[in-house]
């Protein structure tokens, strides 16, 4: 249920710049017998995506319906004629336009009017001896005529990183935080200015630390198996007073890693703080388990104990 990941986007927009989308057959073909590394991988992704565009175009019980149709024993192209109106080939046709729109929607190509930043480099470089430079000024040329642009917002805030003035406490500058937001907000599917937003707000102190939750939410969302994003927000939610929310990310930090102590830890204080005796004691016996040599654990395991029976 995870929201499509920074390098699935990556993978399917280069399929389609590339014009290596798979068709029908194409794809089946590449899950069995993949010919390039990244075969079976854009095999899964455009799989999906296609299962999304059939939901989208024709309701979301169809693509159940096809395949009823093919346990059944029905071939896939009287299948679609079936259920879709359209024969394989229309269906691609219609699927491709779509995914060119799904790719600009989430700014993955600029707007069909826009040239890319290479294209901008090679009109530049006609005009003049020296090819041109994707500088800030060539940024700034540009960004007036196309100021949506997200590779040119990209390109901005790269930039930006290696300006100054850089702060001596590690937090980023004024001018590189703006351009983070702006390239954040015209490529929503890039986990790159978020990470560097999250790091900026929790170097800060106090309230101020708070906006780091929104880029954290956004990681947090896309992240398999790293529990840094959640245990970051369950502390961050707690100190807000928040302790539903402090609860379900200390949870969902024990699920990635079930046997770290230190976020069983955090998930019993999490919360004893809420007053939830009950999971903070099998946090705790959970901590008895991982390690028997520390008596803190089992003293605090009477303690809690206790406090559920109403001693």
Avoid: C
């Amino acid at each position: 249920d995870a929201p499509r990941d920074w390098g699935t986007w990556r993978l399917l927009a280069g399929a389609s710049e590339g014009d290596t989308l798979f068709d029908l057959d194409g794809i089946n073909i590449a899950f069995v017998r993949p010919e390039k590394p990244t075969d079976r991988g854009q095999a899964y992704a455009q799989g999906h995506w296609m299962y999304q565009f059939i939901q989208d175009g024709w309701g979301v019980e169809t693509p159940l319906r096809l395949m009823d149709r093919y346990a059944a024993g029905e071939n896939e192209a009287s299948a679609f004629e079936a259920e879709l109106g359209v024969d394989r080939e229309t269906f691609m046709d219609r699927f491709l336009a779509w995914a060119e729109d799904s790719l600009r929607s989430v700014g993955m190509v600029p707007a069909a009017a826009a040239p890319t930043v290479p294209e901008m480099i090679r009109a530049e470089a006609r005009e003049g001896e020296q090819p041109a430079q994707p500088d800030r000024a060539f940024v700034n040329r540009w960004i007036e005529q196309f100021p949506g642009h997200p590779d040119l917002l990209e390109l901005s805030a790269r930039i930006a990183l290696t300006e100054p003035p850089a702060a001596d406490d590690g937090t980023l500058s004024p001018q590189l935080l703006e351009a983070l937001n702006a390239y954040a907000a015209a490529r929503p599917v890039d986990d790159w200015p978020h990470r560097l937003l999250a790091r900026h707000y929790l170097s800060l102190e106090g309230d101020e630390r708070f906006p780091a939750i929104e880029h954290l939410e956004f990681l947090d969302a896309r992240e398999q198996s790293s529990i840094a994003f959640a245990a970051a927000l369950a502390r961050l939610h707690a100190e807000r007073g928040e302790h539903e929310l402090a609860g379900a990310r200390a949870e969902r930090a024990t699920r990635i890693a079930p046997f770290d102590a230190d976020t069983r830890e955090l998930a019993a204080r999490v919360a004893l703080v809420a007053g939830d005796t009950v999971r903070a004691q099998r946090h705790i016996e959970a901590l008895v388990f991982l390690e028997p040599d520390r008596e803190i654990h089992r003293r605090r395991l009477d303690a809690v104990q206790r406090i559920a029976a109403g001693g």
